[in-house]
């Protein structure tokens, strides 16, 4: 109900950067949550970064090195990845809690997801 794009994912070698990005779009009422889980090869998806209302929660394993940030007015929210690693390699996915206009009612959308490989 809630298309998430994403955008920016690539190959960076160990040390180097990247941001992503996640648009929603459609008859958005308000947002509660958008976030950012990974999925490596033969592993479960896990949470990296999320941003609520008041609250910005980072897995361990990024914190210090990625900042989760949000533009309330185009429905975006940014993954800026400093320092990677090359077990930061996965696909990433955006995730997002939505209110639709139309029916009031808090969906949950997912996006395509972005491969970042980290690699020399």
């Known amino acids: 109900q809630v298309p998430l794009v994403e955008s920016g994912g690539g190959l960076v070698q160990p040390g180097g950067s990247l941001r992503l990005s996640c648009a929603a779009s459609?008859?958005?009422?308000?947002?509660?949550?958008m976030g950012w889980y990974c999925q490596a090869p033969g592993k479960q998806r896990e949470l990296v970064a999320a941003i609520a209302s008041g609250s910005i929660d980072y897995a361990n394993s990024v914190k210090g090195r990625f900042t989760i940030s949000r533009d309330g007015a185009e429905n975006t929210v940014y993954l800026q990845m400093n320092s990677l690693k090359p077990e930061d390699t996965a696909v990433y996915y955006c995730?997002?809690?939505?209110?639709?206009?139309?029916?009031?009612?808090?969906?949950?959308?997912w996006g395509q997801g972005t491969q970042v490989t980290v690699s020399s």
């Open positions: 995730y997002g809690l939505v209110v639709l206009t139309t029916t009031l009612k808090l969906y949950e959308s």
């Open positions: 459609g008859s958005i009422f308000s947002i509660n949550t």
